[in-house]
């Protein structure tokens, strides 16, 4: 008589064929919720960063005579610049050295950084200012045709925020008063909707469409558009969008740190 012995608890083909598959399904399901999960997470420690550096600037202020800081902008004639070398004590790096939190320089989402040519494993900046200018050739707020009195109202023609300015002239508020018909209204006069102060860096060219973002969201989490926000929306396009973080601030108020695309190309009366 011949003896045929089988194996104990083994898997017949289709029964790891299901297990597989099962694993497979599961996967595919708990992947984007795990996505998302880390990107909520990045966004997180991106809003911390932009919260750092504005505390960042008001410390400054503090002990400045309500002045924000006179910043330059050693990247903007060289990309691989660094953004906190000691030579350049007037670049931005170096100027809030002592106000803001070592760590609250990079964003885990960015696509982009200084100095560009280092990787990301390199960057030591991630974040972009609107600054007084290129080093060497900014200007400060007491020079300007606006910052005299003399001209244009600064609260106006505010496109450039740190440059030495008094606190309560920052805004991110683009008031147009040959625009009667702007949807929005304050007491300074009409405006369309406000720019960032400060926000994450993008690569890519916006003016040409190709822009790559670091966050991922939906172009309706911006708040602060008031009445422009259908005008806004219509040039931004609808539905999800790659973006960045972007922080508001008027006077010491935070306006809105938010996710948002930047409506490209321009339309008449932005």
């Known amino acids: ?73 050693i990247n903007e004639g060289n990309p691989d610049a660094d953004p906190f070398d000691p030579k350049c004590g007037s670049t931005v790096g170096r100027v809030l050295l002592d106000y803001v939190n070592a760590g609250s320089w990079r964003c885990p989402g960015a696509v982009r950084g200084f100095p560009e040519s280092a990787g990301p494993q390199g960057w030591t900046m991630t974040y972009w200012f609107r600054s007084a200018g290129p080093v060497g050739k900014g200007v400060p707020f007491h020079a300007t045709p606006w910052g005299t009195g003399k001209s244009m109202d ?28 702007a949807p929005n209204r304050d007491a300074v006069g009409p405006w369309t909707f406000s720019y960032p102060i400060i926000a994450d860096l993008i690569s890519g060219v916006e003016t040409e469409g190709t822009p ?52 490209y190309p321009h339309k008449p009366g932005y």
């Open 1 to 73: 008589m011949r003896m045929h012995r089988t194996s104990a608890g083994a898997f017949t083909l289709i029964e790891m064929l299901s297990v597989m598959a099962m694993i497979s399904l599961l996967i595919s399901i708990l992947l984007p919720s795990l996505n998302r999960a880390r990107e909520q997470a990045k966004q997180a420690v991106c809003r911390n960063n932009l919260r750092s550096i504005w505390t960042g600037v008001l410390q400054y202020s503090s002990v400045s005579k309500d002045r924000v800081p006179f910043m330059e902008d």
């Open 154 to 181: 600064p609260l106006v023609s505010n496109y450039v925020n740190f440059d030495g300015r008094p606190l309560k002239y920052i805004s991110g508020r683009r008031h147009t008063p040959s625009n009667p018909n």
């Open 212 to 263: 790559k973002y670091p966050h991922v969201g939906v172009v309706d989490q911006r708040l602060d558009l008031q009445a422009a926000r259908p005008k806004f929306e219509k040039a931004a396009g609808v539905g999800k969008l790659p973006s960045r973080m972007e922080l508001h601030a008027e006077s010491d108020q935070v306006m809105e740190i938010y996710l948002t695309r930047v409506p």
